[in-house]
C-alpha cells in the first residue's frame, strides 16, 4: 500500500517563497506520474503540477513561472518551490501518485499554506 507523508507547509507574507516536500512509502511500482494538487478556502481541489517519471512537467497557468515541481525517482519524492506567492495561493496542498493503468490513484493529508501580510 503507498503512502505519502507531505511536508514544509505553514505561513508566508505575499512575495515570499516555501518548499513542499512529499515521500512515498510502500514502494510503488510500475510507471507513475506525482504531482501536487490544492485546494482553497471553500473551492474544490485544483491541479497545481504534475511531473512524469522522464521529467515532462506540467503546471497550472496560475503558478506557471512561480513554482516549480522536481522529482527524485531512485527516493520516491517530490518536491513543489513556490516562489512570488499570492493570498490566491492560500490553500491546502496534497501530494498526489498517479500509477498508469491501474485505476489506483494516491493521496497525501495535505499540507497548508497561508499567504497573508
Known amino acids: 500500500q503507498v503512502q505519502l507523508v507531505e511536508s514544509g507547509g505553514g505561513s508566508v507574507q505575499p512575495g515570499g517563497s516555501l518548499r513542499l516536500s512529499c515521500a512515498a512509502s510502500?514502494?510503488?511500482?510500475?510507471?507513475?506520474?506525482m504531482g501536487w494538487y490544492r485546494q482553497p478556502p471553500g473551492k474544490p481541489r485544483e491541479l497545481v503540477a504534475t511531473v512524469s517519471q522522464r521529467g515532462h512537467k506540467n503546471y497550472a497557468d496560475s503558478v506557471n513561472g512561480r513554482f516549480t515541481i522536481s522529482r527524485d525517482n531512485t527516493k520516491n519524492t517530490v518536491e513543489l518551490q513556490m516562489n512570488s506567492l499570492k493570498p490566491d495561493d492560500t490553500a491546502v496542498y496534497y501530494c498526489?501518485?498517479?500509477?498508469?493503468?491501474?485505476?489506483?490513484?494516491?493521496w497525501g493529508n495535505g499540507t497548508l499554506v497561508t499567504v497573508s501580510s
Open positions: 510502500g514502494s510503488p511500482t510500475g510507471v507513475y506520474v
Open positions: 498526489n501518485l498517479l500509477p498508469l493503468g491501474t485505476g489506483m490513484n494516491y
